[in-house]
């Protein structure tokens, strides 16, 4: 059976990172987390673009206050993880890297 091909998107991410919870107390990084064992595990292949790496940049420095070396390290971690690969997107190339794994 072929791998599930997801794109994950800024939010999704930055949830994850920032193990961030609502005010009425649901917990909103434990998905994110379960797709990306999921991914380590080979059986998810997982993308993000390189804007979505920036803006998880800008939230963690302006709004989250993380500092210059944490969201450095943060991103180059998540970048190693097995199976999560970082594109250039456009829709158009996204669909046709879907295409050619079927």
């Known amino acids: ?11 999704v991410l930055l949830n994850w990172l920032c193990k961030e919870v609502t005010p ?10 379960k797709i ?6 080979g059986k998810v292949n997982l993308y993000t673009t390189i804007m979505n790496l ?5 939230v963690l420095r302006r709004r989250k206050k993380w500092n210059y070396s944490e969201i450095e390290k943060t991103l180059t971690d ?9 594109i250039a997107f ?10 050619a794994k079927n």
């Open 24 to 33: 009425d107390g649901e917990v909103l990084w434990e998905s994110p987390y």
């Open 1 to 11: 059976m072929e791998n599930i091909e997801a794109l994950l998107d800024t939010d």
């Open 54 to 58: 920036m803006e998880i940049r800008f």
């Open 78 to 86: 998540l970048q190693k993880i097995n199976n999560f690969r970082e």
């Open 90 to 99: 456009d829709p158009e190339s996204f669909l046709q890297l879907i295409e």
């Open 36 to 41: 990306l064992k999921k991914s380590e595990a």
